[in-house]
């Protein structure tokens, strides 16, 4: 299993990016993607979780309202599109696939995940 992260960037409070994680090496759909970030200084942290099959979707309450979670089965792809960026939300995010096997929510938590990508940074200036 394979995952390619892109879309980071600099962007001012208030703005909009879009991060995509490219998934391969799954025979199914039943697996789940996360995004996490992981700010200086800080431990890294569940953002938003989707679950291929279904789409049942989870999102920290930190990011509730602001961002939106998706994913494209065809093209093997899990987007986060991110609004009202605040600088709080500055960190380096990663997205991570596991096997998917009900209760979306506990896949906020990294424990579940056995393959990661490789981090885009987001940078939100004031």
């Known amino acids: 299993v394979q995952l390619q992260a892109s879309g980071g960037g600099l962007v001012q409070t208030g703005g909009s990016l879009r991060l995509s994680c490219a998934v391969s090496g799954f025979s199914s759909d039943y697996y789940a993607i996360g995004w996490f970030r992981q700010a200086p200084g800080k431990e890294r942290e569940g953002v938003s979780c989707?679950?291929?099959?279904?789409?049942?979707?989870h999102y920290a309450e930190s990011v509730k309202g602001r961002f939106t979670i998706s994913r494209d089965n065809a093209k093997n792809t899990v987007d986060l599109q991110m609004h009202n960026l605040k600088q709080e939300d500055t960190a380096v995010y990663y997205c991570?696939?596991?096997?998917?096997?009900?209760?979306?929510?506990?896949?906020?938590?990294?424990?579940?995940?056995?393959?990661w990508g490789q981090g885009t940074l987001v940078t939100v200036s004031s």
């Open positions: 991570a696939a596991a096997p998917y096997y009900g209760f979306v929510a506990l896949y906020l938590h990294d424990k579940h995940y056995d393959y």
């Open positions: 989707i679950a291929a099959s279904d789409g049942s979707t």
